[in-house]
């Protein structure tokens, strides 16, 4: 079990008591040190662990008890080297491809651990190395470092002790947040000050992100600690040019190390299988070996005694009854080989070559970032063929963190398009010319957009564009740095935000600087001061943001911007007309994925705003209910507002999103997204991947804040799935009562349901007593979204399915909020992305982009398993036709366990005669090619159902083998017994029926492994030939006169070959044994693919029968979204820096001009608008044209329940 679910120690940490620069006091504590350690190996540990890691594997262990049996030589026939060579050799494979994942592990661990960090040490600053950071130091970072350890902030370069940081590590969301220290220690800047500091008393460590309760001791006075004076370890500091903080909690025990989960040894389907497998051959091995000992006491009991004249017993022989038990082992020994050593040799070798396929495979190379596929560990390939559950972070998984300003709508006219010179819209490639921005200095050279006429209505100054762009330059709490004259860089709390402000950058209206009295644009080219009078910041109730301001003029006027039914609803009746016409257009931005807002304003009288003011001032001083007084006083100065416009922003998924999830759903995969967003973004990109849509029957959000509402929202969706489906299906209800119970009946649902659960329901519904309605709900839904789930959630819900489902789990993310989902899953693919390569570092896959999974999984994956299981197949097929005909033999020689083969043939069999043309399909074969496997997902489901290689294949192919061992043997028996030479001498000795078997063997094998090969390469056609001349080659040499000579005791088969082999009627009796082994199944297999032909053989039928006119390539039709749901929020969906701005805490005392700035690109985090609300869930839009007025009206509050 992963220890995130079982992690106890036996003295449990009631309380923290930290005393600063106290290191004695705190060791006494043993606390954790910052050293950490993820590999799973050390030198001394790893011989131990590694070889009991491998002898997992029944295999290995059923090889040790051969090998000491060897070693007995009154009951060995073989050598004790035929064991102990290939045993070894196994062993030393998969250990060193252990040590070496294991090596890579080491390597970013000692990164990580070698950081310099600058450290309080008695008086002074030093530089230490992150591992030697303890509990209690005070630590000085710098801007853009990495945070050591879970600190507490004391005081910052920026004013009132506030810094910014970047949690994309911790939860995903690249958009800046607010740390505060203390007012009290906020002047600690001197070192000699902090050198003072006293002692802190808080929680013991634990996984909880969002969560911190703790006090501080100061001065003898106590000051309460949350977790908005925590930088946790993960975060990077930003835009704050130093910060000083006392480590609370180091190491192992910081919150994201104690949400990562253990590196697991993962093991394939297949592996546990074989283990099955092993033991059911190995009783099959014992039943036969008490059958051969039986016979051989019988036999010395009834005819062996009287040969003791001329052939007397040895003198521990001294009763049949023991000669028996003695024959039991021998024959125990000489039958192994059902199961050899070389099947493990050939799967490792097979697994190194699919994991180079898949490291060479330049379709899924990404040439922007010269980023390969990677397999990081080779023994998962085949497991990559069975995925049933795939659950995906969203963040830089499914999105580029790139934020982008698509369209707009001003006064009625929409911009965006580009149209051709027959006035038709043109699809937007790269090829497409973009607007040319030379005419302003101060643009963002990366900001593209494809419609001049936009530009040219800026250049026109026309009214209501630039009143637009002034909106968008004014109404925001973006924060701006100009590091030199020209190069402005902003701080954007909302990636969202910064697009705006950033598209009106580009056209005119540059945001320069703010305080917390003012806001300077630079207007066309003319610096325009503006008096900022307030800001009605946004939340998630009021869903909008305005800011009042005075113009140059004197003109006092409010902006707005918000969701567009919010808005509406708080317009002038004037603005009627073109609240429809943009409301149609937001309808269509919406339908393409993009996610809008609308923008109002509204003209202040003097007067008016004077009076408001007066009454704004009173409730920001009330104690009581100033919330909600604040809110009324917001309502009603913006009633009467102004329609200018809407925006449509594109949160862009990664390039082949949508495509690739349509395709792997058709595959049967069940995708789930896991995301530390907030519902609406994670919302919206269901909405724009596709795996939501309006045509969905019913979209759950399970939001409840306590178990009881948690459980009764789950119970109450899943019966109304049970329900309608109960009745749309059959309209049996007792059937249906019957179905509910079965967990088979969500393979009997036709309707499409999605649920959504936000993290604190999703806490509830993880608990014990709640897991399997969640489990049973999720799996009667097509779609499942998690959203504000910590990383530990992730991995106990990627658990769960793996607990309660036979299902193999594949989990994808790209940052460290991801390593424990990916660490849990069977399968943990990293993306490298812009979050760090920490996911990459604990993945068993990794590449660049999303929609390589789809290779990954339906051709690569497909493919390995595919090959695997034909592999297996004809494994276990050819050594039961080999080692059998010892058993059957045994009858006709007395139980003397004596061998049928020359020794030599009995050791090169596995190793030389047959290894490289089953190697050869288990690495070339293909039963479709990959353009077909992209094409027809559905051949993906066999993997999902294990058809290929089960206990049933596995029955069936043994039985094959042992049918063919019996007519290898019986065929050339009858044929001997009444056979003599031409020149009429007697042809029946052992030696001369041993070569014609043997060679028999070789050639039934060969031919079936001929049929059996689907795709033949040049590789193919000489290992199944060259095995052949190899085998008569060595045949020929090992009996020869010359070798004979010089070891007569080695090579005792002196010349039977020549002797044997010149007989025609031995070929004939060849010939004919090997007609009789191969023909019935040959007929089976044409009669199958003829009368109940599979879709892989339909498919491969077409592929031959089109083969002539070329492959064809996939051509994906491009999947677009088509809902009317809108996305309102260009916000950061929690309060907003308003009230931080107009105080002007975060404003340098030197300039208040001079901000700080976001040091990359505006990136990606995805909102969803209009929330309205049936039992606090969420509606969809309808898509219609809404009728003035009433209808309108109408339209927007009867949606589409998301129950």
């Known amino acids: 079990m992963p220890t995130w679910r079982r992690n106890e120690p036996t003295n449990v940490e009631k309380e923290r008591r930290v005393k600063a620069n106290a290191r004695e006091y705190n060791e006494k504590f043993l606390y954790a040190n910052n050293h950490i350690k993820t590999s799973k190996y050390n030198i001394f540990t790893f011989l131990p662990i590694n070889l009991f890691e491998q002898f997992q594997r029944v295999a290995n262990a059923y090889f040790v008890v051969l090998l000491i049996l060897q070693l007995i030589p009154e009951i060995s026939s073989l050598s004790w080297f035929t064991t102990i060579v290939p045993l070894v050799l196994v062993l030393v494979i998969t250990a060193v491809k252990d040590a070496s994942d294991d090596y890579f592990r080491h390597k970013s661990d000692q990164q990580v651990n070698n950081r310099q960090s600058q450290v309080l040490i008695r008086g002074s600053l030093q530089k230490e190395k992150w591992m030697n950071v303890r509990v209690g130091d005070i630590i000085k970072l710098e801007n853009n470092q990495f945070v050591a350890a879970d600190i507490l902030l004391l005081c910052s370069s920026e004013p009132y002790g506030l810094c910014y940081i970047e949690t994309a590590e911790l939860d995903g969301e690249t958009n800046l947040k607010v740390r505060q220290a203390l007012s009290v220690t906020s002047d600690l800047g001197d070192v000699s000050k902090l050198m003072d500091f006293d002692e802190v008393v808080c929680e013991p460590p634990n996984n909880k992100l969002d969560k911190f309760t703790g006090t501080l001791h100061w001065k003898d006075n106590k000051y309460s600690l949350d977790n908005e004076n925590m930088l946790l370890r993960g975060c990077i500091l930003r835009n704050t040019e130093w910060c000083f903080g006392m480590v609370i909690f180091a190491g192992l025990q910081t919150k994201l190390m104690q949400n990562c989960g253990r590196t697991k040894f993962k093991r394939t389907s297949i592996d546990k299988l074989m283990n099955t497998l092993v033991l059911w051959i190995f009783a099959f091995l014992i039943c036969m070996g008490v059958i051969l000992a039986i016979g051989n006491t019988i036999w010395e009991t009834c005819i062996g005694r009287k040969f003791e004249l001329f052939l007397p017993r040895d003198d521990f022989q001294s009763s049949a009854v023991f000669s028996g038990f003695l024959t039991f082992w021998s024959y125990i020994i000489i039958l192994n080989t059902v199961v050899p050593i070389s099947l493990y040799v050939s799967v490792e070798v097979l697994r190194l070559g699919h994991s180079f396929f898949i490291n060479w495979d330049r379709k899924m190379y990404h040439s922007q970032t010269d980023t390969s596929a990677e397999a990081r560990t080779t023994t998962l390939n085949e ?63 990366g900001f593209k957009f494809y419609d001049c006429s936009l530009v040219e209505a800026v250049k026109r100054e026309e009214s209501a564009v630039q009143e637009f762009f002034r909106l968008l330059a004014l109404c925001h709490t973006v924060m701006p740095e100009e590091k030199s004259e020209g190069k402005l860089e902003y701080q954007a709390q909302s990636p969202d935000e910064g697009a705006l402000v ?19 644009l630079c207007e066309m080219g003319r610096a325009v001061t503006y008096e900022l009078l307030a800001i ?31 808005v509406f609803d708080r317009l002038d009746p004037s603005s009627e007309n073109l609240m429809y016409t943009t409301s149609e257009h937001l309808s269509e931005f919406a339908g393409e994925g993009l996610r809008t807002l609308a923008l109002a304003y509204k003209d202040l009288s003097e007067e008016y705003y004077q009076v408001w003011k007066k009454k704004l001032h009173y409730a920001s001083t009330v104690i009581e209910n100033r919330d909600e007084q604040l809110a009324v006083l917001y309502e009603e100065i913006e009633q009467g507002m102004k329609l200018l416009g809407a925006t449509a922003i594109e949160d862009k998924l990664q390039e082949g999103v949508p495509e690739t999830i349509a395709c792997l759903n058709l595959a049967d ?38 178990q009881l509402e948690v459980q009764q929202q789950l119970r109450s969706a899943k019966e109304l799935i049970l329900g309608l489906s109960r009745v749309n299906s059959t309209g049996d209800v007792e059937k249906g009562d019957m179905f509910a119970e079965d967990s088979v009946f969500e393979e009997a649902i036709i309707a499409e349901y999605a649920l959504v659960v936000n993290g604190h329901s999703l ?29 530990m959630q992730k991995a106990q819900v990627v658990e769960l399915v793996r607990r309660h489902k036979r299902a193999v789990t594949l989990a994808v993310g790209d940052g460290a909020n991801d390593v424990s989902m990916i660490k849990t899953a069977h399968i943990g693919v990293g993306i490298s992305g812009q979050e760090g390569m920490q996911a990459v570092l604990a993945s068993d896959y990794s590449f660049a982009q999303f929609r390589y999974l789809q290779r990954l999984l339906l051709v690569h994956g497909r493919w390995s398993y595919f090959r695997m299981c034909h592999f297996l197949a004809y494994f276990f097929y050819k050594n039961f036709a080999f080692t059998l005909v010892h058993f059957w033999y045994g009858f006709f020689c007395g139980f003397s366990a004596q061998t049928v083969y020359d020794q030599w043939f009995i050791t090169l069999f596995n190793i030389v005669y047959t290894s490289l043309p089953v190697l050869a399909m288990g690495l070339f074969d293909q039963d479709v090619n990959e353009q077909n496997s992209l094409r027809y997902p559905s051949l ?53 029926f041993a070569v014609t078997i043997a060679t028999t063997l070789v050639i039934v094998v060969s031919v079936q492994i001929g049929l059996d090969t689907h795709y033949w390469t040049a590789v193919n056609h000489l290992f199944v030939w060259g095995s052949l001349i190899m085998y008569f080659a060595v045949l020929f040499a090992m009996q020869s006169d010359g070798l004979f000579g010089i070891f007569p005791s080695s090579f005792p088969f002196l010349g039977t070959a020549r002797n044997c082999l010149s007989e025609k009627s031995v070929w004939l009796v060849i010939l004919l044994t090997t007609v009789v082994c191969i023909l019935p199944g040959l007929v089976v297999s044409f009669l199958r693919v003829d009368l109940f032909p599979t ?19 996939q051509n994906l039709r491009r999947v677009r979204r088509t809902s009317s749901r809108r996305s309102a929020y260009a916000f950061s969906h929690q309060q907003g820096y308003g009230e931080l701005i107009t105080s002007g805490k975060n404003m340098r005392m030197s300039t208040l001009s001079s901000t700080v700035s976001l040091e990359r690109p505006a990136q990606s985090s995805s909102w969803i608008e209009n929330i309205l609300k049936r039992k606090n869930e969420v509606s969809c839009i309808s898509p219609e044209r809404p009728d003035p007025p009433e209808s309108h009206k109408d339209s927007r509050a009867s949606a589409d329940r998301l129950t």
């Open 383 to 445: 497991e990559l063929g069975q995925v049933e559950f795939l659950f995906s972070d969203k963040t830089g998984t499914l999105t580029q963190n790139v934020m982008v300003f698509s369209k707009c709508s001003i006064t009625g006219r929409t911009y965006g398009d580009v149209y051709d010179e027959f006035n038709e819209k043109v699809e937007i490639t790269e090829k497409t010319a973009c607007v040319d921005f030379s005419f302003n200095p101060l643009c963002d050279q």
């Open 502 to 520: 950033t598209a009106a950058r580009n056209f005119g209206f540059i945001f320069r600087a703010r305080t917390p009295e003012t806001i300077t």
């Open 536 to 566: 009605l910041d946004f939340n998630n109730v009021r869903k909008r943001m305005s800011v009042i301001v005075r113009n140059p003029q004197g003109q006092i006027k409010l902006y707005c911007k918000g969701a567009d039914t919010i």
């Open 669 to 706: 995969i069940k995708i789930w997204v896991l995301t530390g967003d907030k519902l609406e973004t994670a919302m919206n990109i269901g909405y724009s991947c596709n795996m939501l849509r309006d045509d969905m029957n019913e979209v759950f959000v399970i939001s409840g804040l306590t």
């Open 763 to 791: 806490a509830h519904a993880l608990e014990p007593q709640l897991e399997h309605t969640l489990l049973d709900l999720a799996c009667l839904c097509k779609t499942v979204i998690c959203c504000r789930v910590t990383p």
């Open 940 to 992: 993906y489901k066999p993997g999902q159902q294990n058809l290929l290689f089960n206990k049933r294949q596995f029955f069936l192919c043994t039985l094959q083998g042992m049918v063919t061992s019996f007519l290898l043997f019986f065929i050339p028996y009858g044929a001997f017994t009444v056979r003599v030479k031409e020149g009429g001498s007697d042809f029946s000795d052992q030696q001369a």
């Open 1095 to 1113: 879709l892989t053989d339909k498919v491969r039928h077409l592929q031959q029968s089109s083969k002539k006119q070329g492959p064809k390539e």
